[in-house]
């Protein structure tokens, strides 16, 4: 769909005379009683003529180029239109009319002069819209440009924009900046220069002015595949990836927040990363072996899940001779083929979801499957029912301890089915590695892993709903391989890699892991602060000779 099909159609539901692309001037409609602005950002002259490049037949889109004027017809699903571009006082002026059927003899005459097009339109690559500012449109037009809002006020619609290659020098210049910087993250916002996560910590890119909306959708825009392009305009944000050949791959989102546009971009390094260099262990490593069961690994967002995924898929890839089957939103790691063969999806380019995805996963035979979220409870099901038939399945949650994962998949079903996803849980769970990102010192960041590998004594206690006596289990079981996140965050400390307090912040149960600080004398003197921070208040001191006085908000 060209772009300008969107605005023509709100024109003709809105019963509009005409489509008015005056250069310097919002998009306009001539209807009954003045004109009524479509757009929120004025047309640069090069977006008038590429809006009507896209739709015109070869000769018109060359006096277009040569900023000569011309009128062509262009067919849509909306009706025949007529479209005039002319250049008024060096000034771009364009019309486009429904075609009533007078105009053809105006078009024949206008052809036998100097600089005036007509032919039937060539179509080209279409390039949906882009971001849009709001604006009052009638009922059917806020139906047209994406819907109306519960109370009737329009929602915003994206605006009317083209591909600049000068905008795609400049994001792909921050990207490349980002990832010479050893940066996770690049945020772009209006009204604040760009932003990078370098090492955990936020750092405004310096010599940089800030974005301006304009700018900033522009840089969006000539970056996003055409899919992507039509989703942020229906439904303001999207996720894509990216790459720079010989840079890095990016996972891309790009929203609306109340400045205007915004993005975050992500690093995904242009190299797979290997289980040895993530450090993963020999025990998580045998995991990859299994011919069938459920492979958890889970984390909150920003924390490592998808490159300890690409490590063990790697590990696959390079071990087994076996078909693996990936269902991303977007693919961020690109595998090529080794000794296994790599199918890689993508929700929304390859397939309509994850759910579909891994249902018709079935019917491709193959030997292991990786769902890169397992959004909903239908995925959730799915993935379970396969592993149990006999397919290693992989997959990812954004909980935060092994216990809470399994409670997290159980407490997505309803009731009366809780007790049979316990016996298949119980059945197919063969591990989960919860992960968390912590500041390593003297720069970088190193992964604290909480891992659960299944065994009879953890089947059970699924089985039994007894899921909250996990956690000692994995304490026991050290030589199994298995550890709690507290002794990962712990054994960082003591290899002089983590400060203490960093790795507190990060400890779920924080009161234990205080104890433990202590037993190692190490620096616990963040917890006497009583910051909010520390997450604890400092014990109330007891005056000379006398008991303790209560601590504020006790009881006295």
């Known amino acids: 769909m060209a772009q300008l099909d969107r605005l023509l159609s709100v024109m003709v539901s809105n019963r509009a005379n005409a489509l008015l692309l005056n250069e310097g001037e919002v998009a306009q409609l001539d209807v009954a009683g003045g004109n009524r602005p479509v757009t929120k950002q004025p047309l640069s002259p090069q977006q008038v003529v590429m809006l009507l490049r896209e739709i015109a037949p070869a000769d018109a889109g060359a006096k277009l180029d040569a900023g000569q004027p011309t009128i062509f017809q262009y067919s849509s699903d909306d009706g025949v239109f007529v479209a005039r571009a002319t250049v008024v006082g060096g000034r771009w002026e364009a019309s486009l009319r429904l075609d009533d059927g007078t105009r053809e003899a105006e078009m024949t005459a206008a052809s036998s002069q100097p600089g005036v097009a007509r032919g039937t339109p060539m179509r080209t690559t279409p390039v949906p819209p882009a971001a849009v500012g709001a604006h009052r449109p009638t009922p059917s037009a806020a139906t047209a440009m994406g819907g109306a809002s519960g109370n009737g006020a329009a929602k915003p619609v994206p605006n009317v924009q083209v591909a600049d290659p ?6 792909d210049a921050l990207l490349t900046l980002m990832v010479q910087k050893g940066g996770s993250d690049l945020h772009l916002r209006v009204g604040e220069p760009p932003v990078l996560r370098l090492h955990g910590e936020m750092q405004r890119v310096e010599g940089k002015t800030p974005l301006t909306n304009e700018a900033l959708e522009a840089m969006l825009v000539s970056i996003m595949p055409d899919r992507n392009r039509g989703e942020y305009g229906e439904l303001w944000d999207t996720d894509y990836a990216y790459e720079i050949e010989g ?45 069938k069961g ?50 890689q999806r993508q929700v929304g380019v390859h397939t309509k979801s994850f759910k579909s995805a891994l249902r018709a996963a079935l019917r491709e035979d193959p030997d292991i499957i990786l769902v890169g979220e397992l959004r909903d409870l239908e995925t959730v099901a799915i993935a379970i029912e396969t592993a149990e038939t006999g ?44 992960q968390t990102l912590c500041k390593k010192i003297g720069g970088g960041r190193v992964a604290a892993r909480e891992i659960l590998l299944t065994i009879p004594a953890i089947s059970n206690l699924i089985r039994e709903a007894k899921v909250f006596q996990i956690n000692s289990v994995l304490q026991t079981s050290r030589k199994l391989g298995m550890i709690t996140l507290n002794d990962a965050l712990i054994d960082l400390v003591d290899g002089n890699l983590v400060e203490p307090k960093e790795a507190y912040m990060k400890a779920i149960d924080k009161a234990n892991f205080a104890n433990m600080l202590r037993q190692r004398n190490h620096d616990v003197s963040f917890l006497d602060l009583g ?13 000379a000779g006398g008991k303790p006085m209560a601590a504020a908000g006790g009881k006295r």
Do not use: W
Not at 533 to 542: E, F, R
């Open 166 to 171: 000068r905008a795609r020098q400049e994001i």
């Open 247 to 291: 840079v890095a791959r990016f996972r891309a989102n790009a929203a609306r927040e109340r400045k205007g546009a915004a993005a975050v971009f992500r690093t995904i390094p242009a190299q797979v990363v290997t289980v040895e260099q993530m450090g993963v262990t020999p025990e998580v490593q045998q995991l990859c072996y299994l011919t």
């Open 294 to 343: 459920l492979v958890l690994v889970t984390g909150p967002t920003g924390s490592g899940k998808s490159t300890t995924l690409c490590s063990l898929i790697d590990l696959v890839n390079r071990a087994r001779n076996d078909h693996v089957i990936t269902i991303e939103d977007p693919i961020e790691f690109v595998h090529p083929n080794k000794s296994c063969i790599i199918t």
């Open 391 to 434: 397919h290693l399945v992989f997959g990812t949650l954004h909980t935060t301890t092994a216990a809470g994962t399994v409670d997290r998949i159980i407490d997505q079903f309803p009731a009366d089915r809780q007790e049979q996803i316990r016996v298949m849980l119980a059945d197919s769970l063969k591990g989960v590695i919860s």
């Open 531 to 543: 910051s909010e921070d520390s997450g604890t208040k400092p014990a109330a001191k007891a005056p």
